[in-house]
């Protein structure tokens, strides 16, 4: 079964405003942490943020924040002040902590282009 | 300054050979991952291991190998190539011992079977 679910479809933003992409997850863990990786046009992938399910405060790294809905198993990153280099696909990660489980579940992934 | 290094980053081979792909990573650390990487499919798991001599299957470990016989290396060996395996293939590391445990990738490397 999927563990994490992205399905919007390609996303088109313009410069300066904020994009939301969705991330769904499922699991019966109750340790688990949530991630969030950037992948530009050049291959590499770059992370941006970390959730674990006991921290009582939504992620926050820079312009980007996690908003975490706990009990809806959500966990949509928020990109604020679009930016041209934001660019690039996104994908949504979990970690289940039990029984010392060190693997990272990705989602399919979101694609979001940066419009002057 | 530490880092995670994939060769080749293009391959391109034929069906039926054996093909290695090398990962090697200067950080230490102790858990090192396998996952491709398909349109359609997002990053896949296909081999893992938490320490030398421990290797352990993905989700898409058929006609995969790999040997853990350091920390550094985990290479990645395709018996038998078929154009089903055509991807991008990424290594990543992390420290099992520090923090959430974000997975540090490798610049990939894209395998073509002909």
């Known amino acids: 079964a999927q563990k994490i679910t992205q399905t919007q479809p390609g996303m088109f933003v313009q410069e300066k405003e904020a994009v939301t992409l969705d991330c769904t997850y499922d699991t019966s863990d109750q340790s688990y942490g949530l991630f969030w990786y950037k992948q530009p046009s050049s291959g590499e992938m770059i992370f941006l943020i970390y959730?674990?399910?006991?921290?009582?405060q939504n992620a926050t790294e820079g312009r980007y924040s996690l908003n975490f809905q706990k009990a809806r198993k959500s966990a949509n990153l928020v990109i604020s002040a679009s930016q041209l280099g934001d660019s690039a696909m996104y994908f949504c990660?979990?970690?289940?902590?039990?029984?010392?489980?060190?693997?990272?579940?990705f989602g399919k992934g979101n694609q979001v282009v940066v419009i002057p | 300054d530490a880092e995670i290094t994939q060769s080749p980053r293009h391959k391109i081979t034929e069906t039926g050979r054996q093909v290695t792909l090398a990962c090697h990573q200067t950080?230490?650390?102790?858990?090192m991952f396998w996952y491709r990487q398909d349109l359609g499919h997002g990053l896949r798991l296909i081999h893992y291991s938490y320490g030398v001599q421990d290797t352990n299957k993905g989700e898409v470990s058929d006609g995969y190998s790999v040997s853990r016989s350091n920390t550094e290396d985990l290479p990645l060996t395709l018996e038998s190539a078929a154009s089903s395996q055509t991807s991008v293939y990424f290594c990543?590391?992390?420290?099992?011992?520090?923090?959430?445990?974000?997975?540090?990738f490798g610049e990939g490397s894209r395998l073509t079977v002909l």
């Open positions: 959730q674990g399910s006991y921290d009582e």
């Open positions: 990543a590391s992390r420290d099992s011992r520090e923090g959430p445990g974000e997975l540090f």
């Open positions: 990660a979990m970690r289940e902590f039990s029984y010392g489980n060190n693997r990272l579940a």
């Open positions: 950080w230490n650390h102790n858990n």
